[in-house]
């Protein structure tokens, strides 16, 4: 009878660290997508306050790396660090691109959430 108490007990606290740290990376995900937009709002306004945007997605970026990252692969970390660093040149530039790549580290920050959500198919 022990056991199965101490069996559940552990379960229990499984989930609800799996459950905790899914609410983790949400509300991390919510912060980076705000900052996205608010970079994307500032540069289809053509305001001089974009690059103070992009200096604050870059900060947040280094806070929400180090929170993620024992969540998650770092080579994916990896590959939105890379377009995270891209922006200043790409905003200097006046490219194009600018927009592309805020697109692609939304997206990429997506993709982290949805591979930590526990599907049928993936738990056996």
Not at 18 to 33: A, D, E, H, I
Request: proline share 2%; aromatic share 14%.
């Amino acid at each position: 009878m022990k056991r199965i108490i101490l069996c559940c007990g552990i379960f229990a606290a499984l989930i609800a660290l799996s459950c905790g740290s899914l609410y983790m990376l949400k509300r991390c995900n919510s912060g980076l997508y705000e900052r996205i937009d608010d970079c994307m709002a500032q540069y289809e306004a053509g305001s001089d306050g974009v690059y103070e945007s992009v200096e604050r997605l870059q900060e947040y970026w280094g806070e929400y790396y180090v929170k993620v990252s024992f969540l998650t692969r770092s080579s994916t970390l990896d590959d939105i660090s890379y377009s995270v660093a891209k922006l200043e040149p790409l905003l200097d530039e006046e490219s194009e691109e600018f927009v592309s790549e805020l697109r692609s580290i939304r997206f990429w920050a997506f993709l982290v959430y949805e591979s930590q959500i526990p599907h049928f198919r993936s738990v056996f």
